[in-house]
């Protein structure tokens, strides 16, 4: 089991950054594929980026390509993600998740460990 804790979330305004940090614990990440995920209130949890922790192959969202950028630390065993022209809709609680399978990374179901969240407010 792998524990995960958030942290860098907080207000900004639309056109800002913040860098969301998720430092994990328990075990090795290798042959995982580490996850943000975001839920607005009233909304189902959304896939928002990935990274295999082997290779280091990203994916993400439709609604942050090119706007996001998740990364890798393996020393220190943490996960990034630099949100960059933030929007009033990237209003979200955002979670760090673990998937030891490899596969079906935009699925939340097939991610097994989960941070408690932080939260990102974008003020318009």
């Known amino acids: 089991q792998v524990q995960l804790v958030e942290s860098g979330g907080g207000l900004v305004q639309a056109g800002g950054s913040l860098r969301l940090s998720c430092v994990a614990s328990g075990r090795t990440l290798s042959g995982y594929v580490m996850g943000w995920f975001r839920q607005a209130p009233g909304k189902e949890r959304e896939f928002v980026a990935a990274?295999?922790?082997?290779?280091?192959?990203?994916y993400y969202a439709d609604s942050v390509k090119g706007r996001f950028t998740i990364a890798r630390d393996n020393a220190k065993n943490s996960v990034y993600l630099q949100m960059n022209s933030l929007k009033p809709e990237d209003t979200a609680v955002y979670y760090c998740?673990?998937?030891?399978?490899?596969?079906?990374?935009?699925?939340?179901?097939?991610?097994?460990?989960w941070g408690r969240g932080t939260q990102v407010t974008v003020s318009s």
């Open positions: 998740a673990a998937n030891p399978s490899g596969i079906y990374y935009y699925t939340p179901g097939y991610y097994r460990d």
């Open positions: 990274i295999w922790w082997n290779g280091g192959a990203t």
